[in-house]
C-alpha cells in the first residue's frame, strides 16, 4: 500500500519562504510533483519532476518554487520563495506509477493528505 506523507506547511509572510516535503513508501515512481487547492477551486497544478530530472512549473510557480527529488528515496521537495498571500492553500503531493510526467490530476495515482500554507500580507 502506498502512503505519501507531507509536511513543511505552516504561516509565513508574504516574501518568505517554506520548504515542503512529501516521503512516499511502498512503491517507486516514474514522476512525482505537487499540487494546490484553495476553497471552492479546483486542484491545480504547481510542479513535477521526472526520474530524468525533467522539470516542469506552473506559470504561477517560475522563478519562485523550485522542484527537487530523491526517486531511490521516494522523496519530493518544493522550495518555495518569494511567497505571495495568493500562494495559500492546501499543498498536495502526487506521484505516479503510470506517467512519466504528472501536469493534471488525472496524471496522478497516488495522493497525500495535504499541507496547509498560509502567506500573510
Known amino acids: 500500500q502506498v502512503q505519501l506523507v507531507e509536511s513543511g506547511g505552516g504561516l509565513v509572510q508574504a516574501g518568505g519562504s517554506l520548504r515542503l516535503s512529501c516521503a512516499a513508501s511502498?512503491?517507486?515512481?516514474?514522476?512525482m510533483g505537487w499540487f494546490r487547492q484553495t476553497p471552492g477551486k479546483e486542484r491545480e497544478f504547481v510542479a513535477d519532476?521526472?526520474?530524468?530530472?525533467?522539470?516542469d512549473y506552473a506559470d504561477s510557480a517560475k522563478g519562485r518554487f523550485t522542484i527537487s527529488a530523491d526517486f531511490a528515496k521516494s522523496t519530493v521537495y518544493l522550495q518555495m520563495n518569494s511567497l505571495k498571500p495568493e500562494d495559500s492553500a492546501v499543498y498536495y503531493c502526487?506521484?505516479?506509477?503510470?506517467?512519466?510526467?504528472?501536469?493534471?490530476?488525472?496524471?496522478?495515482?497516488?495522493w497525500g493528505q495535504g499541507t496547509q500554507v498560509t502567506v500573510s500580507s
Open positions: 502526487a506521484t505516479s506509477r503510470s506517467k512519466l510526467r504528472i501536469t493534471t490530476v488525472y496524471d496522478a495515482d497516488y
Open positions: 511502498g512503491r517507486t515512481f516514474y514522476a
Open positions: 519532476i521526472r526520474r530524468s530530472g525533467g522539470t
